[in-house]
């Protein structure tokens, strides 16, 4: 499974971004998925997580209200909507697929990864 993340960029404080990750190379539909995100010095950490279904999602609480995570299954693709971003949401994102049942928070849950999109949210 192959996943290409896309979507960061420069944002200002309040600002919105959604971020897209494209799977290819496996059945979309029988993975778990998550994004995570890494800010410099410090561990990848849990952001949220879809089940293969779409209907249920699991969140950071420090993302709660703000951030959704979405999927097409037609599309292979699963999203990232951020929105009201603040300075501490400055990280590189990375989206991650699993074949464990349920939503994991770890990075061991998940068996694949993509490349990180930046998200810098600066004025």
């Known amino acids: 499974v192959q996943l290409q993340a896309s979507g960061g960029g420069l944002v200002q404080p309040g600002g919105s971004l959604r971020l897209s990750c494209a799977a290819s190379?496996?059945?979309?539909?029988?993975?778990?998925m998550a994004w995570f995100l890494q800010a410099p010095g410090k561990e990848r950490e849990f952001v949220a997580g879809i089940i293969r279904s779409g209907r249920s999602t699991r969140y950071a609480e420090s993302v709660k209200g703000r951030f959704v995570i979405s999927r097409d299954n037609a599309k292979n693709t699963v999203y990232l909507q951020m929105n009201s971003l603040n300075v501490e949401d400055t990280a590189a994102y990375y989206c991650?697929?699993?074949?464990?049942?349920?939503?994991?928070?770890?990075?061991?849950?998940?068996?694949?990864w993509g490349q990180g999109t930046l998200v810098t949210v600066s004025s």
């Open positions: 991650a697929a699993g074949r464990r049942i349920g939503v994991g928070i770890s990075r061991s849950d998940y068996g694949y």
């Open positions: 190379g496996g059945t979309f539909s029988n993975l778990e």
